[in-house]
């Protein structure tokens, strides 16, 4: 008998349907991964099966747990979902209290699932169990990392000996080398435990990892399923087929030759944080960049890696004028700056992708006005002319013109951040940061902005300076890799040698992370 | 904010009617009251409700219905022009806390604690010692007590703003603190302002009569609700008739701007709106 069995189950939200006529079955013991874009329904699927969706879903279809359907009382289902279902969630952060210490959060857990007289024994094995110290339980969440949060989560949800856990993007919050840690622990718990799993993610790779059987679902519908191998060596459907080329990064051919002459030189480069405190017990200042010179060549495409917290982020404001430098400078095209002086011309030449395209837009502003907003920077030019800028960086990167009337809400993720590079696009800039250009984008989209951007290089001659932690998608993209860690730069060469025989432990580590290849 | 968004929300739409029912009531007696409002006729006081004074007549003789449209008008244009004074300075000073940050922020916050720290009856007083009571007197008062409500309401939204990225990419963009303030964080707080002017009105319309009621606002022959109710205030016992017309006004017109005041917010706060769907993104 399957553990979880889902019979034409339909989620509506007023009227609109969220998740339609989908059937699956979980067996007892099976890894099962559920894979899909932003919006295809995943989320709340999993939300269904632990009876936990929204008062204003209209549901119709069969949810059974263990041969049985969910009990209708609320204090019965809250009792099932306490001993039989352990949820992680993709933020540890929201789903932790942050008054609570740790340990206190565990027993209130220990509690609920009726096992108080043991919790003094209980909890260090739990700790243990998830790979944290029996120290962390009296630490707050926020005095611990990502990856120990999302361990904690773990801990919490195992309290109860569990039949089903759920893990809903359980990673997508944490950087590359947790990421992995995070998923061989479920991987380890759920084989000791003989515990089914319930994955979902929108990443193919990490589904393929750690699952034994995958469905994959588009628009609220189950496109297909069956055991990983099956679906993804051989997929039926044309979706899974797309899913499956756009994980594959391939390398974009390099259609310039990087000119030698650089255009941005770093030099002894610092930002220095004073830290809190008072008199002699004050801490240490923080050097988030300490002393990095590098240079970018016109042309080149230069990738900058690390894992959070490096100080990327940091330099990339600095050379973008967002931020000063303590100490050191920048030359850019000749003229020195530290920052913030940058001076408009200058400014002009030089731009920023954000990471995340849904607040890189005002909602109140029309597209076509956000566009526009950089060409303040080449002085007054004539409303023709912006016209027609404004066009020439709309059709670059595969836009109408008509859609710059439109509001940011009405736009997709893939499409904002086509705007948002049209945007950078606007004053003909030489150098354009890219902070996590795809990062926050479905897997499916990011191979088209990937290719997107190694085209506009070529036909624009531009330079990039690319910030990510994905070292896939740096390979496929970079000419030369700069490997950052606490500020400091540690390792640097072409993508192939670096990854073909990394030197620094760090650059081990970021390679080690990576998750195999999908068949 | 749409016309659905309205009819999502019961309370917004009852809120907002009877608001500007009375709103409109006093608006009608700039031109036309059944009574002019200064005939006294001592030989018709004290009447209660009848056919020709639908809501009575006062210790003077005065048509009450006449009064209490034209009170209610007072008690707008105070509030109102209270509230234009507190929006109008506050605002910019909580924009230019976030847009500058800094030694200015530091300014801005001490100063609005400084003016909360006094309330508005007592600059009130402060201003009816130095140019004698009046209207301007309370619209002055209730203006000063308004600002540091909106300097920290500007603050506190445009402070959220600040921290997206579009804010970044103006800056990018070459725009100064002014305008980053002015195209970016003020239209990104309007809905939070809106909200909070209709709070401040009601708020104003009690302050209003406050003041009027301890003889520092509205003089006579111009009348209020605050006033009405002082000069109903030693015939309570014998005529209560002539308190509670002018006091449940007060009430009916605080309630309903309060309960406007509640919709709006519910109706353009973006947490709230559409929630069922945001529990399905992802």
Redesign the interface.
Known sequence: MALVELADLTIAFGGRPAVSGLSLRIERGDRFGIIGESGSGKSLTALAIAGLLPETATVSGEVQFDGVPLPADERALARMRGKRIGMVFQEPMTALNPLMRIGEQIEEAIALAELSEAAQTLLPGLLGEVGLEPGHAARFPHQLSGGQRQRAMIAMALVSQPELMIADEPTSALDVITQRTVLDLITEICTRRHMTLLFISHDIRAVAALCSRVGVMRAGKLVEQGDTEAVLGAPKADYTRRLLAASRMDRQAALIKPHDRPLLAVKNLSRVYQQAGFWFWRNPPLRAVDEVSFEIGAGECVALVGPSGCGKTTLARMIVGLDSASEGHMVLDGSPYRGRDLPPLLRAGLSLVFQDPFSSFDPRMSMGDSLAEPLHLLGRLSGEEQAARLREAVEAVGLETGMLKRYPHEFSGGQRQRLAIARALVTRPRLVVLDEPVSALDVSLRGEVLHLLSRLRAEHGLSYLIISHDLDMVAAMADRVLVMEKGRIVEEGTPEHLFAAPQHRLTRALMAARLPDVA | MTWGAIRQHPSLYIGLIAAAAFALLGLISLWWTPYPIEQIAIARRFHGPMAEHWLGTDHLGRDMLSLVMSGTLTSFVVAALGVLIGVGLGVPMGLAAVAWGGALEWLVLRLSDLTFAFPAIVVAILIAALAGPGETNAIIAIGVFNIPVFARVARGGALAVAT???V????????GNWAIAV??LL??I?SLLIVQGTIQLSLGILAEAGLSYIGLGTQPPATSLGLMLRDAQSLFLIHPWLSVVPGLTIVFVVIALNIAGDGLRDAMDPRLRR???A????
């Not at chain 2, 529990?279 to 992802?282: I, Q, R, S």
């Open positions: 997206q990225d579009f970044a990419a103006a800056r990018l963009a070459g725009l195209r970016h239209p990104n309007m929630e069922g769907l529990h399905g993104a992802g």
